[in-house]
C-alpha cells in the first residue's frame, strides 16, 4: 500500500510540473507576445500661409502734383502652402490716384478690398496691384502716406480645394461674396 500511496504522489507531482511547465511556457509567450511592439513617429506639418509686401517707392521729394510718382506694391507667399491674396489701400489724403492699375489680374470687391484672382505658389509673387500714384491736386501736408494692408487665406478646406478665390474668401469670413 506504500508503493502505491508513492506513485501516486508521484506521478501527482509529474501532472503537477507539466501544468506548471506549461503555464510557465505560456506565460513566457504571452509576454514576448506582448513585448512586440514597433515604434511609429506620425509627424505632420500645419499649413502656414504667411505672405508679405513688396514694393518699390523711390520716395521723391518733393511730390510733384499731376505727375506719376514710382510706387509698385505685389504681395509674395512665404509661407508653405498655396493662398490667395486681397490687399486694401488707405491714404492720408483723398488726393491719390493710383497709375497703370492692374485690371486683369486683380478684382476691387464690395468691400474695397483688391483680390488676387490666380493661386500664390509658395515662394512666388502676385503681378503688380499698381506702377504709380498721382497727388491730384496741391496739399498743403508736408507728408502723403500710402497704407498698404494684406491678408492671405489657403487654397483648401482640409484637403478640399476650393473652386476659386471668391469661395475661399466667403468661407474665411467677412471676405468678397459676389
Given at each position: 500500500?506504500?508503493?502505491?500511496k508513492?506513485?501516486a504522489?508521484a506521478a501527482?507531482?509529474?501532472?503537477?510540473?507539466?501544468?506548471?511547465i506549461?503555464?510557465v511556457?505560456?506565460?513566457a509567450?504571452?509576454?514576448?507576445?506582448?513585448?512586440d511592439?514597433?515604434?511609429?513617429?506620425n509627424?505632420?506639418?500645419?499649413?502656414?500661409?504667411?505672405t508679405g509686401v513688396?514694393?518699390e517707392?523711390p520716395?521723391?521729394t518733393p511730390?510733384?502734383?499731376?505727375e506719376?510718382?514710382v510706387k509698385?506694391v505685389?504681395?509674395?507667399?512665404?509661407?508653405n502652402v498655396?493662398?490667395y491674396i486681397?490687399?486694401?489701400?488707405s491714404y492720408?489724403?483723398?488726393?491719390i490716384?493710383?497709375?497703370?492699375?492692374?485690371?486683369?489680374?486683380?478684382e476691387?470687391?464690395?468691400?474695397?478690398?483688391?483680390?488676387?484672382?490666380?493661386v500664390?505658389?509658395v515662394?512666388?509673387?502676385?503681378?503688380?496691384?499698381?506702377s504709380?500714384?498721382?497727388?491730384?491736386?496741391?496739399?498743403?501736408?508736408?507728408?502723403i502716406?500710402?497704407?498698404v494692408y494684406?491678408?492671405s487665406v489657403?487654397?483648401?478646406d482640409g484637403?478640399?480645394p476650393?473652386?476659386?478665390?471668391?469661395?475661399?474668401?466667403a468661407?474665411?469670413?467677412?471676405?468678397?461674396?459676389t
Open positions: 500500500m506504500r508503493k502505491k508513492i506513485m504522489v501527482g507531482l509529474l501532472c503537477g510540473t507539466i501544468a506548471v506549461s503555464a511556457s505560456g506565460t509567450s504571452a509576454t514576448a507576445y506582448m513585448s511592439y514597433a515604434d511609429v513617429n509627424q505632420f506639418v500645419i499649413g502656414n500661409n504667411t513688396d514694393e517707392f520716395t521723391p511730390v510733384p502734383p499731376g506719376n510718382v509698385k505685389k504681395v509674395t507667399n512665404q509661407g498655396p493662398c486681397r490687399v486694401a489701400l492720408s489724403e483723398d488726393l490716384a493710383l497709375d497703370g492699375l492692374d485690371t486683369e489680374n486683380w476691387v470687391g464690395e468691400d474695397g478690398y483688391y483680390y488676387y484672382k490666380h500664390v505658389e515662394g512666388s509673387s502676385t503681378t503688380n496691384l499698381f504709380g500714384v498721382i497727388v491730384k491736386g496741391q496739399t498743403e501736408a508736408s507728408e502716406r500710402i497704407n494684406e491678408e489657403q487654397t483648401t484637403s478640399e476650393y473652386k476659386d478665390y471668391k469661395e475661399a474668401w468661407h474665411y469670413g467677412g471676405g468678397e461674396q
